[in-house]
């Protein structure tokens, strides 16, 4: 029998440090058993058109998320996070792994961990965006999701209204997918599909990946990452065949929130450096670039029906991200491959762990060859929770 240990039930948004969020969550805990579940669903439609020709109208279930957590022993924790994407078309372990804490500056995590690079990859939950989307720049740039399998240390100090946090991991790295994929374009993304990535390391050398984050309880928080190794075998069987190629991504992140929680302003921007062979196409850049900025007012907060704290919401996001910052070798001239958009939305929140949001998008796509922006919109409707 479930218990009515509910936690989280706070709006979800206001969490400590983003490295917090994979245990930030609302969990149900039965009145004997040391394992608490818990999980999410984001459903939504939207109408979209592009050059005004209209897509088809549809539903779409994009993901329910399953996630346990048990406490083993005193300073030992496991945590699971199971993703099911647009039905059961793809079905994704995000997340299981197992902290053994010495210190609270020294933990230790193991198994298939969420890489700290930006601060989206591991404070993604659906439940506490205002936007149907995910930012552009943490899913096409950074690749969304993002785990490795590997090990660490993470670790946090709070002093008065500071509060100071790392992580650091070796993990499995990408492979050579980020140059040979069906986009024709850089895509860490694309590299993220490979199915033996958690069983293998193509490169055979262990990618880094770190963070160092920044809190300030009255104002927000400011963090650091860094995520650098190699994508490719420079041999096999003691034989060099290929030179090292190196993949590092940069990002930094920051959010804020003002007038007593009122206005929160959260973004980031991230930056790719890809090793790209002379032999390849032009359309494969060796930078890549993207970031976003999201500004959320509440413009309401009263009870309503038996909701003691609804509130509705209003919200704009501007973002950008640049697949190709090279050069064409023949002219100087700038590579094109690029995206901006911009979301404004309302939404109510009957509680902190549910939302209900309408944005409307507006893009403009650029081409390799810089020609006229083909030019986007969506109307979407969406509801994510807790559950």
């Known amino acids: 029998m479930i218990g009515s240990g509910l936690h989280a039930q706070s709006d979800t948004s206001a969490g400590p440090l983003n490295m917090d969020a994979v245990y930030s969550r609302p969990f149900l805990m039965g009145n004997t058993s040391t394992v608490a579940i818990g999980g999410y669903i984001e459903v939504n439609t939207q109408h979209a058109s592009s050059l005004g020709v209209h897509a088809p109208f549809a539903f779409q279930m994009r993901r329910t998320t399953l996630f346990a957590s ?21 079905i994704n372990l995000e997340y299981t792994a197992v ?22 990859n591991q404070n993604h939950d659906g439940p506490k965006w205002e936007f149907v989307d995910r930012p552009l720049s943490a ?48 895509s860490l993304a694309a590299a993220k599909q490979d199915p033996l990535r958690y069983v293998q390391n193509p490169s055979g050398s262990a990618m880094f990946s770190g963070k160092l984050a920044v809190r300030n309880r009255s104002v927000g928080e400011i963090g650091l990452s860094a995520m650098l190794g190699n994508y490719n075998a420079s041999d096999v069987d003691g034989l060099a065949v290929d030179d090292i190629r190196s993949v590092s991504v940069l990002a930094i992140d920051a959010n804020a929130s003002m007038f007593n929680d009122r206005i929160h302003i959260q973004g980031e921007l991230s930056k790719v450096f890809v ?24 413009i309401l907060e009263t009870k309503m029906f038996e909701w003691e704290n609804a509130k509705v919401n209003v919200s704009v996001r501007g973002e950008y991200v640049d697949y190709n910052q090279d050069t064409f070798r023949e002219t100087g001239g700038a590579i094109g491959d690029s995206i901006w958009s911009f979301t404004t939305g309302i939404s109510l929140r009957p509680v902190g ?16 060859l810089g020609n006229p922006p083909i030019a986007s919109a969506f109307l979407q409707l969406g509801l994510s929770t807790y559950f």
């Open 353 to 368: 762990t549910t939302i209900i949001r309408v944005n409307y998008r507006y893009q403009e796509q650029t081409d390799l």
């Open 139 to 186: 899913t096409t740039i950074i690749p969304s999701t993002l785990s490795s399998v590997g090990m660490g240390l993470h670790g946090k100090r709070n002093e008065g209204d500071w509060v100071f946090g790392y992580e650091a991991y070796l993990t499995n790295g990408f492979n050579d997918m980020i140059i040979d994929n069906e986009d024709g374009r850089t």
């Open 275 to 298: 090793d790209i062979p002379e032999s390849y196409s032009q359309s494969y850049g060796s930078q890549q670039f993207g970031g976003y900025v999201d500004v959320i007012a509440t």
């Open 99 to 120: 902290d053994i804490e010495f210190d609270r500056m020294l933990t230790m995590r193991a198994g298939i961990v969420m890489n700290p690079i930006g601060a989206f």
């Open 70 to 90: 048990s406490t083993v022993a005193p300073r030992i924790k496991f945590l699971l996070e199971l993703e099911f994407e647009n039905g059961v078309e793809e």
